[in-house]
């Protein structure tokens, strides 16, 4: 009878290959509903223009609701509203991708790379900080906006991701800090490990979660903040997005002549989206933070509990 023995090498890998499968989230509904929601809004934006016509193109048909090959009516000037509606999530999508990315770039690295540093270099980036955080980010928008004749997605993008950065900014610095002085840091510094390597494999992937979440709320914020501009006249020019459809629709009375067909489909999926984002980002915030997802799972709990059980656990918590 013979035995093998493993090498300890190799255990303490496997085991720790375990250790991190096991430790990995599950699937929550909450995630799944999200994720569901988003790809499909996406994937409509991405493929949806490739189906239609030209959402510009006038016919002499007037206001129609859906049907008669209109799939969802047609405006005041005999224009295709899901020509509009697809050519408007692509819009849509593109500024919110383009603020995500920059709103990601300009907070990663005014925030985490300063607060590495250290020294004047992180007193200058969080002064730099604070005075963004403190402009107040509508106005100012506004007002860039009201200055500019023409107005491209692109520039519409680059002003809210200008504008919308700081606060997460001082998030990444706060957390950066905290992992600065963690053991494993230290130790990679007095090594002799170059500070960029020690920024790219020590901290950064720790901050992977923060960051996603981060991403995801200046895409919603992104969305949101266009929209709004464009129902008040400040949006891009010459281009689809939600925002210009719900402009658009109030121009033409649509909500006084009942054509719901015309302003519902764009209110909708902004609503959609948003929603599906913050079941994302909520999910994203469970897997930072394991006790969150246990007391919700707690009071999930509490919720079937009856009048008696719920007083017990009470008078459990208060002892």
């Not at 991405?46 to 016919?59: A, E, Q, Y």
């Not at 509508?138 to 520039?155: A, F, G, R």
């Amino acid at each position: 009878m013979t035995t093998t023995t493993q090498d300890p090498a190799l255990a303490a890998v496997s085991a720790k290959a375990v250790s991190r499968k096991t430790t990995l989230p599950p699937m929550t509904p909450k995630l799944a509903i999200g994720l569901g929601l988003a790809g499909a809004i996406v994937l409509f934006g991405i493929f949806g223009p490739l189906f239609v016509g030209n959402p510009s193109t006038v016919n002499n048909v007037g206001l129609r609701g859906p049907g008669d090959g209109f799939l969802l009516g047609t405006t005041q000037t005999g224009q295709d509203v899901f020509a509009q509606l697809a050519y408007a999530t692509r819009g849509s999508l593109t500024i919110g991708l383009i603020v995500g990315v920059l709103t990601l770039f300009l907070s990663a690295f005014f925030g985490i790379v300063g607060a590495y540093a250290g020294g004047w270099l992180d007193e200058s980036f969080s002064l730099f900080s604070n005075v963004m955080l403190v402009i107040p980010g509508l106005p100012l928008i506004i007002i860039i906006s009201s200055y500019v004749p023409d107005k491209s997605i692109l520039l519409v993008a680059l002003v809210l991701a200008i504008t919308g950065w700081a606060g997460s900014a001082r998030v990444l610095r706060g957390f950066t800090l905290s992992l600065r002085n963690r053991d494993y840091v230290a130790a990679a510094r007095v090594s002799g490990e170059k500070p960029w390597r020690v920024l790219g494999v020590e901290i950064l992937p720790n901050l992977i979660p923060l960051l996603a979440s981060q991403a995801v709320f200046a895409v919603i914020f992104a969305i949101l903040g266009e929209a709004g501009l464009s129902f008040l006249g400040l949006g891009a020019s010459g281009s689809f997005t939600w925002g210009t459809m719900l402009y658009y629709a109030q121009n033409g009375l649509a909500l006084r002549l009942g054509a719901w067909w015309w302003f519902v489909p764009p209110g909708l999926l902004i609503a959609l989206f948003g929603a599906a984002l913050s079941l994302i980002n909520f999910s994203i915030d469970e897997i930072i933070n394991p006790k969150l997802r246990t007391q919700t799972r707690a009071t999930r709990k509490k919720w079937n509990l009856s009048k008696s059980e719920l007083k017990q656990v009470v008078k459990e918590d208060e002892l």
